[in-house]
């Protein structure tokens, strides 16, 4: 069974920044996409940013210049970079793959984390 580790969220002022990390527990046969979305209490999910495996990505626009998703495929991880932290931005972040788990299992599937939790003080 495919898990998504996720770590690096916490406390953080104001302006200040993190960076989370997720990485699964398998090797996949291919990704499509890595992603990172948000909850915030009494919110839908939303996405964050997205990474595709031909190098584009995505943001959503409150975030823009302000964080910065990588991938490594090869790796099964992807990191956001968060910097310039708002009290706006606290949400649990939620890690995201598409991809094909094996040679064996056929077709895509999406997969998540289970969350970390970012808290941004005034």
């Known amino acids: 069974q495919v898990q998504l580790a996720e770590s690096g969220g916490g406390l953080v002022q104001a302006g200040g920044s993190l960076r989370l990390s997720c990485v699964a527990s398998?090797?996949?046969?291919?990704?499509?996409?890595m992603a990172w979305y948000r909850q915030a209490p009494g919110k839908q999910r939303e996405l964050v940013a997205a990474w595709t495996s031909g190098g584009r990505t995505e943001y959503v626009d409150s975030v823009k210049g302000r964080f910065t998703i990588s991938g490594e495929a090869a790796d099964n991880s992807v990191f956001l970079q968060m910097s310039a932290l708002r009290p706006e931005d606290t949400a649990v972040y939620y890690c995201y793959i598409n991809g094909r788990e094996s040679e064996l299992k056929g077709g895509e599937d999406d997969y998540w984390g289970r969350g970390t939790q970012v808290t941004v003080s005034p």
């Open positions: 398998v090797r996949f046969f291919y990704i499509i996409t």
